[in-house]
């Protein structure tokens, strides 16, 4: 019992535990339960199962607004929010990479998965580093605010320039040091193929595993924006891991619906812009011109569910009976081979 009482980064044990009990649990009745088996997940059991996920977000929320203080459950939500918000770029950056590989719909939602698992280990060294580093040497948070912004005002006058994913760093890593086979073999990452000389069965990954690590690798340069951000909004290592993982927990759940009408949430990213900008300016105001005093933090995430929900808003209103774009390459064009 005096173990589950002590603090670890600045929050009791049984914090943590309850919160990956909660994760584990979830995952577990999501993969072992409702996706047992592979299909396709239509759009509107992806409806369904995020607003599943969302209401968990929210109602854990309310927990440690309850057990934490109004302050950091405050804190917690603007997290969520803005992290909600940022995978929606996630989801266009994820499709094509799916659609370059040619990854059935029925095999997209394991991939999934493990990619989620993998963002979960990965966003916990990220965070716990930074958080390690913003208690030593406060400063470190004037350069997130400045990065924030200068990324905020970037996104701003930036065009539109989809990955390469055919010339990813990754992919031809892989395909240089190991066996990579061209074709889909079921769900798996790795499966036993022809050895082209011998005829003998060898291990070789297949463009599963390929997509996956360009997917997680993804996830890192978009943690470069999201990591900054919640540290912006505060430096509590529990409200800004669980925000981020609550947030992210239930991608794999929307990725479907938004998937199929990513094109119409074009002008989202502007209203994400000026999300970096006013989390990162808030800093400097808060230390510089309110005297040290703290920015309201229900001004704070009024202001960030406002931008948000007007940036959806206008998307869904320019892009009215707009149709669905072209990908650089269909399910039926299997490029994988010129890529390996």
Known sequence: MEFLLMDWLGTPVWFWLAFLGLVAALTAFDLGILHKEDREMGIGESLKLSAFYIGIALLFGAWVWAQ?????????????????????????????????????????????????IAVIVLRGIMIAAGAALVQEFYWLLYIFAAFLVATGIKMLFAGDKPMDVANNPAVKFISNRMRVTPDLHGQK????????????????????????????????????????????????????????????????????????????????????????????????????????????????LGVTFGLILGGILYSLWKTRGAEEPDWPASTDERRVADAL
């Open 68 to 116: 934490k203080g109004a302050d950091l459950g405050m804190k917690y939500y603007t997290g969520f929010f803005i992290e909600k918000a940022l995978s929606i770029d996630n989801v266009f950056v994820i499709s094509l990479i799916f659609t370059y590989f040619a990854i059935p719909r029925m095999y997209q939602y394991r991939a999934l998965v493990w990619g989620i």
């Open 189 to 300: 990452f790795f499966a036993k193929v022809p050895d082209e000389k011998t005829g003998k069965l060898v291990r070789a990954a297949t463009p599963l595993f390929l997509a996956l690590v360009v997917i997680n690798l993804a996830d890192l340069v978009f943690a470069v924006d999201s990591v900054p951000a919640i540290f912006a909004i505060t430096t509590d290592t529990f409200i800004v891991y669980t925000s981020n993982i609550m947030a992210i927990l239930g991608l794999r759940a929307l990725y479907f619906a938004l998937a199929a009408m990513v094109h119409r949430f074009h002008y989202l990213k502007y209203a994400l812009a000026l999300v970096l900008v006013f989390i990162g300016t808030k800093i400097f105001v808060s230390d510089f011109l309110l005297g040290g005093d703290k920015f309201p933090p229900v001004a704070s």
